[in-house]
């Protein structure tokens, strides 16, 4: 008896050290569990749905613990502001809005940015504060206050406190269910959709447990309609639910698993230790890592839900095919982008106009980059710029179209940036990318020859920088810029000489290997501010950037590198073979995973259990947790 409790509290209870992952047995175990109980109450819509919405709040519970009271305190609180919003009129409707949008940004907020804002009011008026978590301080008091009832908790170390109050922890996914809720809120304003009647049915929207903790973001006006479908799963789609779930678990743990284990994050932890081959190496498989793992848990999230008859949005369309920043963009976390599309640039302005609130987001993003960056001239930078374009916007009228629509792209990366957390490495992340698509805008409209001699003229700049003002970012800078002089210069040659063949396969891909080295610097910032304490992100993100920009820029001992290739070999055949599948063609992926979704099921069977069988052979010995898990 003793050991059947002690197997029931291991099973309801929560363990930090032990989340719930996709990559665990005990999860697949907990799905053929819950799926077994689908399949009872599939057939009936309302006990569906409500037997789905328990046993993702409890799914939560399993990687989340006592959080899953926010995951509540959501469900409950939008689900009765959807209804207000709805039966509002005028000024009304816009206050319920309003109203919601505050209470979800503002729990946001105190999760992502409370260490942000202590440090603003430190610096701002010279105030220490001390962080707490105010959740964890009202938890604690009402376990003291009411020990019958929370009689286990209560039996905990009296000098001990059950939750901890000097340290905010982020919840998992708390973005992603944030902005479903945002938008369901939003759709409701907009008449795009009608409050979900149910609260069992509109909990199962806002927790459905493949998505909920790392996406796909889903919109309220394309997953609630499926709420009241009958489930229907063919033979096709059953098949097609395995590939995505077997392709998400080779990606996750043979190739962002193992590369990262057994190189990436050595390199980064510590990269003065390494050479400069080691550190654009680790950069570059990076680029890797972080895609197979994120579209990796979205492949398995598609699958999982598929299977259970629901459709989750495609979240990633092959996005190192980019030829361009902005394209980058729109096949990378696809959701999220057209999210901030709709909800923010779009608002902003778009390609339209620059409205009240681009002014306000540039003053805004102004006064944040000085605040992490500790310096007036970061915001003293940014609102000159602002202020340059806002004279050309009325100089010159016929270019205010295409000056404003910058600023609002420049707006929308820079706060996409910040979503990913308050630290100065995230916002340099977001503006590199903002910069890069409003870079390329300009050089698009360039011709040929103007674009040789633009680039030949960076290239000697920074050639003079180099020799003048010797630092190893001038070196990289000065490689990346010949390497994109040399490539115009030959493209204006063979226009010069009216060369003949076709030269479109062959811009394609000079076009997305730039785009690709362009993202791969970008993801130097993402990376070296990624897994950090956020009290401690400003300071020790920059030391790694700068450490390994360093290593990279200075000299190379080459004798070194065959010794480094096949000290690292398997981590460098995987990665190569990633980045090959990843660029073949997208009818070729399209046939291969028809072939194996209509094969004959004993057939499929059998490539299932061997397929398991290999992935499983590069588990490593701690299952590592999925990058966005964190954001």
Known sequence: MDLLLEFLKSIFSFDENNQLLFTQLQFWIFFLV??????????KILLRNTFLFFVSVFFYYKTSGWFTLILVFAT?????DGFLIHHSKGVGKKIWLIFGLVVNLATLCYFKYAYFFADMVQNLFGMEITVKNIFSVIGNQLIEDHPSIFSTLATQDPERPYFTVDKIMLPVGISFFTFQCISYLMDIFRTRITPVKNVLNFGFYVTFFPQLVAGPIVRANTFIPQLYKKYFLSRRMFGIAMFWILNGLAKKIILSDYI??????RVFDNPTMYSGFENLSALFAY??????????????????ALLMGFYLPQNFNSPYKATNPGEFWKRWHISLSKWLQDYLYIPLGGNRTASFGTYSCIITISFVGMILSGSIWVAVVVLSIALIVTINCYKYPEKKKNLTSNMNRLNTML????????????????????LGMIVFRFWKDMNCYVRSWVSLLIAAIFYLLAKFFPAPVWNIAVIWMGVIAVGSFFRMLYH??????????????????????????????????????????NEQAWTTAKDMVNQIGSKWNTSLIPDMLWQYRYVFILTILGMIIHWLPEHFKRRYRLSFAMMPLPVMAVVVIFSVFIIYQFITADLQKFIYFQF
């Open 415 to 434: 706060l996409g940036g910040l979503w990913h957390g308050a630290s100065w490495n995230f916002m340099i992340w977001g503006g590199l990318n903002g």
């Open 34 to 43: 819950v799926f077994a109980g689908f399949s009872l109450v599939h057939s």
């Open 76 to 80: 409950f609180f939008n689900y009765l």
């Open 287 to 304: 680029s890797l890592q972080v895609y197979a793992d994120f579209s990796g848990y979205t492949d398995i999230a598609i699958g999982l």
């Open 496 to 537: 010069f000489f009216e060369g003949t063949s076709p030269l479109k396969p062959l811009a394609t891909t000079w076009a997305v290997l730039q785009t690709f080295v362009f993202i791969t610097w970008t993801r130097l910032f993402f990376r070296a501010g990624s897994n950090l304490d956020p009290a401690q992100a």
């Open 260 to 265: 990262a284990v057994n190189f990436i994050d």
